[in-house]
């Protein structure tokens, strides 16, 4: 017996209380409203009937026990309600025997020295098409109509009469619902999480209403460890903590909210592929085919997709046969129904969710499919970059530790940035944002996080680029760290540089050093910190959290002003006094050298056939590089696509603590594709000049090649992941939706939905149209945002996609709030659909409810 000694409350029965702990289970419920006031314990077991449990009686509830419980609620019936076997083998116990049965298991309780209060539930109805359909072929034919349980349900609630005990009338609750037939079953039997709701409800009725002493309610009930503690969450005011135990987590009003809807659209779609309100394995195969494009689709494909909705899945017996429209519609909003393509990137198909292996090393990477060839060089895809990856705040004054580094590499970031300085002490290395008042951490520790997090999610290299401070000793002893951490991980050309890039397949689960030939750190000139505002480059606070709106840049020509912590970045590669006090074991490091070289723009520009470099530009250099130099930036395919296609900011490098506006959001979305393993093919047309000789030129009028569709249906989630005065104090939110796409400039537009008011499941069910005359750099954007009549609209959710990984058919997206890590149950469905060139991608996708045509 563990402590503190709380009320016990004891569900005796067969399966239907057994499986009452799932997800949604009506004990699951129980437990949870009545935490921290009483224990709730299952004994439960599947195929036990009124006989049995006489059997086991003093077993379970002996009398002298050393803790007798509160309150024993009682469920048999419905095993017992089943025809006879020819065999006389079997679950079922005649009417008669049955109410002697219970009779003993009431007078038993009631004999026990401290007697517990009890509730018996009668037996619930059953869906006898859904039970046939759903019975396993190893179990004989199963006997258990609706009228048998009524029999035995009247034979319960006549004898809780007679020996005054409370009872739950489940045979009648649950009807009283008109979809009950479909929605309160997974197998025709058992309760689905909607039957559940109903014998929660009931339950608490009871207890509600019932005169006992002491009370069983709730909120009569003595509550454990309510004392205010400094451990809780800290108060917005930062001065006292919130005690959550004090928080009241209204059961009924909840339940009150009525359930979301299936759109009218939705309804037909599901009644053109079901008959008599059931969609089979075959209609269902045949969406999947027809629908949702999942052309090889088979029947056990089908039957996977309803394993997966399946409460049941542990239970061999019964295997769900068919859908309902409810069940259906919980398909399409479900984590298995994502608009990427399944056949491109990341493995979330119908039926390739519920087969995935769990891997407890990269559970991420086991989601994901690589399906960019991978065996061109480096220089051919767009890496998933971080800028001061160790930074846990801004970058004046915030803590600089491996945290961010870890968060990052697991979010699929294959770059990390690591800033070395000396320690004060001068005989070892830190890594901090130099010049500035960030606390520092020790580089030998991000080492290690880094070597036991970069290969997680992706297999695919990790380059550390360092901006380095260091003297000669210290750049020694960084050798030293470097080698003995990451050993054979470590790929190193030795003395000879590289004349071509290798590719990410032949460096799988490598690391690469990358860095400049470094200058005196003594040399170093201290920066004044100005409290001028928001760093250039950012959005003020006015902006909101979501930040600017992103639209095609403009750059003046004639700025020359630098941001005020951007680092000198002089002609160190070309500067031999720089090479020669480089330490010898370090510079063997170095696989990939970076500097500008001397002259300007254009000759930073320049290709040596005998070198490969990285070039570092400041956001200001490149959009003005952009604008000048637009030709040979394509030719030198090292830059940024987001700034090719004119999308204002610097997304070259992802700084995750710089704010979590649209740019980031872009930056995200862009490398979900190719599985999220943090590289994604450049298009050909980057990478190769055209038919002329002539270079892409994304300002310049293309003919548009698809059109993409997106049908905007309907949202939900908000009301359980926001507090419900979040929005509006005195009423639900408005909710409104952006759509649009982020891309070349003839491309780039949003669009917005009608605001609906009051209403926390918005259905908008509106369409929209997008030409795209470059999909290949085109990325979807939805935001979610709350109309406020006086002060700026709130921020509600946002996702981006790429376009070319949106795959045909109905599909559900969760929505991301301010961080990119921090993903709640808001969904958002949605039909996606690309025409007009059938060969560029797969058409139709539904997200939040929408769907996507192209």
Same mark, same amino acid.
């Given at each position: 017996?563990?402590?503190?000694?709380?009320?016990?409350?004891?569900?005796?029965?067969?399966?239907?209380?057994?499986?009452?702990?799932?997800?949604?289970?009506?004990?699951?419920?129980?437990?949870?409203?009545?935490?921290?006031?009483?224990?709730?314990?299952?004994?439960?077991?599947?195929?036990?009937?009124?006989?049995?449990?006489?059997?086991?009686?003093?077993?379970?509830?002996?009398?002298?026990?050393?803790?007798?419980?509160?309150?024993?609620?009682?469920?048999?019936?419905?095993?017992?309600?089943?025809?006879?076997?020819?065999?006389?083998?079997?679950?079922?116990?005649?009417?008669?025997?049955?109410?002697?049965?219970?009779?003993?298991?009431?007078?038993?309780?009631?004999?026990?020295?401290?007697?517990?209060?009890?509730?018996?539930?009668?037996?619930?109805?059953?869906?006898?098409?859904?039970?046939?359909?759903?019975?396993?072929?190893?179990?004989?034919?199963?006997?258990?109509?609706?009228?048998?349980?009524?029999?035995?349900?009247?034979?319960?609630?006549?004898?809780?009469?007679?020996?005054?005990?409370?009872?739950?009338?489940?045979?009648?609750?649950?009807?009283?619902?008109?979809?009950?037939?479909?929605?309160?079953?997974?197998?025709?039997?058992?309760?689905?999480?909607?039957?559940?709701?109903?014998?929660?409800?009931?339950?608490?009725?009871?207890?509600?209403?019932?005169?006992?002493?002491?009370?069983?309610?709730?909120?009569?009930?003595?509550?454990?460890?309510?004392?205010?503690?400094?451990?809780?969450?800290?108060?917005?005011?930062?001065?006292?903590?919130?005690?959550?135990?004090?928080?009241?987590?209204?059961?009924?009003?909840?339940?009150?909210?009525?359930?979301?809807?299936?759109?009218?659209?939705?309804?037909?779609?599901?009644?053109?592929?079901?008959?008599?309100?059931?969609?089979?394995?075959?209609?269902?195969?045949?969406?999947?085919?027809?629908?949702?494009?999942?052309?090889?689709?088979?029947?056990?494909?089908?039957?996977?997709?309803?394993?997966?909705?399946?409460?049941?899945?542990?239970?061999?017996?019964?295997?769900?046969?068919?859908?309902?429209?409810?069940?259906?519609?919980?398909?399409?909003?479900?984590?298995?129904?994502?608009?990427?393509?399944?056949?491109?990137?990341?493995?979330?198909?119908?039926?390739?969710?519920?087969?995935?292996?769990?891997?407890?090393?990269?559970?991420?990477?086991?989601?994901?499919?690589?399906?960019?060839?991978?065996?061109?060089?480096?220089?051919?895809?767009?890496?998933?970059?971080?800028?001061?990856?160790?930074?846990?705040?801004?970058?004046?004054?915030?803590?600089?530790?491996?945290?961010?580094?870890?968060?990052?590499?697991?979010?699929?970031?294959?770059?990390?940035?690591?800033?070395?300085?000396?320690?004060?002490?001068?005989?070892?290395?830190?890594?901090?944002?130099?010049?500035?008042?960030?606390?520092?951490?020790?580089?030998?520790?991000?080492?290690?996080?880094?070597?036991?997090?970069?290969?997680?999610?992706?297999?695919?290299?990790?380059?550390?680029?360092?901006?380095?401070?260091?003297?000669?000793?210290?750049?020694?002893?960084?050798?030293?760290?470097?080698?003995?951490?990451?050993?054979?991980?470590?790929?190193?050309?030795?003395?000879?540089?590289?004349?071509?890039?290798?590719?990410?397949?032949?460096?799988?689960?490598?690391?690469?050093?990358?860095?400049?030939?470094?200058?005196?750190?003594?040399?170093?000139?201290?920066?004044?910190?100005?409290?001028?505002?928001?760093?250039?480059?950012?959005?003020?606070?006015?902006?909101?959290?979501?930040?600017?709106?992103?639209?095609?840049?403009?750059?003046?020509?004639?700025?020359?002003?630098?941001?005020?912590?951007?680092?000198?970045?002089?002609?160190?590669?070309?500067?031999?006094?720089?090479?020669?006090?480089?330490?010898?074991?370090?510079?063997?490091?170095?696989?990939?050298?970076?500097?500008?070289?001397?002259?300007?723009?254009?000759?930073?520009?320049?290709?040596?056939?005998?070198?490969?470099?990285?070039?570092?530009?400041?956001?200001?250099?490149?959009?003005?590089?952009?604008?000048?130099?637009?030709?040979?930036?394509?030719?030198?395919?090292?830059?940024?696509?987001?700034?090719?296609?004119?999308?204002?900011?610097?997304?070259?490098?992802?700084?995750?603590?710089?704010?979590?506006?649209?740019?980031?959001?872009?930056?995200?979305?862009?490398?979900?594709?190719?599985?999220?393993?943090?590289?994604? &093919? #450049?298009?050909? $047309?980057?990478?190769?000049?055209? *038919?002329?000789?002539? =270079?892409?030129?994304?300002? +310049?009028?293309? /003919?548009?090649?698809?059109?993409?569709?997106?049908?905007?249906?309907?949202?939900?989630?908000?009301?359980?992941?926001? &507090? #419900?005065?979040? $929005?509006?104090?005195?009423?639900? *939110?408005?909710?409104? =939706?952006?759509?649009?796409? +982020?891309?070349? /400039?003839?491309?780039?537009?949003?669009?917005?939905?009608?605001?609906?008011?009051?209403?926390?499941?918005?259905?908008?069910?509106?369409?929209?149209?997008?030409?795209?005359?470059? *999909?290949?750099?085109?990325?979807?954007?939805?935001?979610?945002?709350?109309?406020?009549?006086?002060?700026?609209?709130?921020?509600?959710?946002?996702?981006?996609?790429?376009?070319?990984?949106?795959?045909?058919?109905?599909?559900?997206?969760?929505?991301?709030?301010?961080?990119?890590?921090?993903?709640?149950?808001?969904?958002?469905?949605?039909?996606?659909?690309?025409?007009?060139?059938?060969?560029?991608?797969?058409?139709?996708?539904?997200?939040?409810?929408?769907?996507?045509?192209?």
């Amino acid at each position: 017996m563990v402590g503190p000694t709380r009320p016990l409350f004891v569900l005796f029965g067969s399966s239907i209380v057994q499986l009452s702990f799932t997800n949604g289970g009506w004990g699951a419920i129980l437990s949870d409203i009545y935490s921290r006031r009483a224990d709730i314990i299952s004994r439960g077991y599947y195929g036990w009937n009124s006989r049995r449990a006489v059997q086991v009686l003093d077993t379970v509830f002996p009398k002298d026990a050393a803790t007798y419980p509160s309150l024993v609620v009682v469920y048999f019936g419905g095993n017992d309600s089943m025809g006879p076997h020819e065999s006389g083998l079997g679950p079922h116990v005649p009417l008669e025997e049955y109410i002697e049965n219970m009779r003993k298991i009431a007078i038993h309780l009631k004999s026990l020295p401290q007697q517990p209060r009890i509730i018996f539930l009668s037996c619930p109805p059953v869906n006898e098409v859904k039970l046939r359909e759903n019975l396993s072929p190893h179990v004989s034919e199963i006997v258990r109509t609706n009228e048998l349980c009524r029999l035995y349900s009247d034979a319960c609630i006549e004898l809780c009469r007679e020996l005054n005990v409370k009872v739950v009338d489940l045979w009648t609750s649950i009807q009283k619902r008109e979809d009950w037939l479909n929605a309160c079953f997974t197998d025709g039997i058992h309760l689905s999480s909607e039957g559940s709701k109903v014998v929660a409800e009931e339950i608490l009725k009871v207890l509600d209403e019932a005169e006992w002493e002491p009370s069983l309610r709730r909120d009569s009930m003595p509550i454990e460890f309510s004392e205010d503690s400094p451990y809780d969450l800290v108060a917005k005011d930062g001065k006292t903590t919130i005690n959550l135990s004090k928080v009241c987590f209204c059961f009924r009003r909840r339940f009150q909210l009525a359930a979301a809807e299936a759109p009218e659209d939705i309804k037909a779609l599901f009644n053109e592929y079901s008959e008599n309100g059931v969609m089979g394995l075959d209609e269902l195969r045949r969406f999947l085919v027809e629908v949702q494009k999942e052309e090889n689709a088979t029947v056990e494909d089908a039957q996977a997709v309803m394993d997966s909705l399946n409460e049941l899945k542990n239970l061999n017996v019964f295997h769900r046969r068919s859908l309902d429209v409810a069940s259906f519609f919980r398909y399409l909003f479900a984590d298995i129904n994502s608009p990427l393509n399944p056949k491109l990137g990341v493995i979330f198909s119908s039926f390739d969710w519920w087969r995935f292996v769990y891997d407890d090393e990269g559970l991420e990477f086991s989601l994901k499919r690589v399906h960019h060839a991978m065996d061109a060089p480096l220089s051919h895809y767009f890496i998933y970059t971080g800028h001061n990856s160790y930074l846990t705040g801004n970058q004046l004054s915030s803590d600089c530790s491996d945290v961010p580094i870890i968060n990052a590499l697991r979010n699929g970031v294959r770059v990390i940035e690591l800033d070395i300085w000396p320690s004060a002490t001068k005989d070892t290395v830190n890594v901090l944002h130099g010049r500035t008042l960030t606390t520092p951490v020790e580089l030998i520790k991000c080492l290690r996080s880094i070597k036991e997090h970069a290969f997680v999610v992706s297999e695919y290299p990790v380059v550390i680029t360092l901006e380095d401070h260091l003297t000669p000793d210290l750049q020694a002893k960084v050798a030293e760290m470097i080698t003995q951490t990451f050993g054979d991980m470590l790929f190193s050309p030795g003395h000879e540089a590289l004349r071509e890039f290798p590719s990410p397949e032949s460096l799988k689960r490598r690391v690469i050093i990358s860095t400049k030939p470094p200058k005196e750190y003594l040399q170093a000139k201290p920066v004044e910190v100005k409290d001028s505002g928001p760093n250039k480059g950012e959005d003020s606070a006015q902006d909101g959290p979501w930040g600017k709106e992103v639209k095609s840049f403009k750059v003046n020509i004639d700025d020359d002003k630098d941001d005020d912590l951007e680092e000198d970045d002089e002609e160190y590669e070309e500067d031999p006094k720089s090479q020669q006090n480089t330490a010898p074991e370090y510079k063997r490091l170095i696989a990939i050298h970076a500097g500008k070289g001397k002259g300007g723009m254009r000759d930073w520009l320049r290709v040596d056939p005998d070198k490969v470099r990285r070039l570092s530009l400041s956001e200001n250099e490149l959009q003005k590089a952009v604008l000048t130099y637009g030709k040979d930036l394509v030719r030198v395919r090292n830059i940024s696509w987001l700034i090719l296609s004119d999308l204002q900011k610097g997304l070259a490098e992802n700084n995750t603590q710089r704010g979590y506006g649209r740019s980031l959001w872009l930056m995200h979305g862009m490398f979900k594709a190719n599985g999220g393993c943090g590289y994604v &093919k #450049k298009p050909d $047309f980057l990478l190769k000049p055209g *038919p002329h000789g002539e =270079a892409f030129d994304p300002k +310049a009028t293309l /003919p548009i090649k698809v059109t993409l569709r997106v049908t905007v249906y309907m949202g939900e989630g908000w009301y359980y992941d926001f &507090k #419900k005065t979040h $929005f509006d104090a005195y009423s639900p *939110p408005d909710f409104y =939706a952006r759509v649009g796409i +982020a891309g070349v /400039p003839g491309d780039a537009v949003m669009k917005k939905t009608k605001m609906l008011e009051d209403n926390w499941i918005p259905n908008w069910d509106e369409v929209f149209e997008f030409p795209l005359r470059v *999909p290949e750099l085109a990325l979807l954007r939805i935001e979610i945002h709350e109309y406020d009549m006086s002060e700026k609209d709130d921020f509600a959710g946002q996702t981006c996609l790429p376009v070319s990984e949106l795959r045909k058919g109905v599909c559900s997206v969760p929505f991301i709030r301010k961080r990119e890590i921090s993903i709640i149950l808001l969904s958002f469905l949605c039909d996606l659909s690309l025409f007009d060139s059938e060969d560029f991608l797969s058409p139709t996708c539904y997200i939040m409810l929408f769907e996507i045509t192209l």
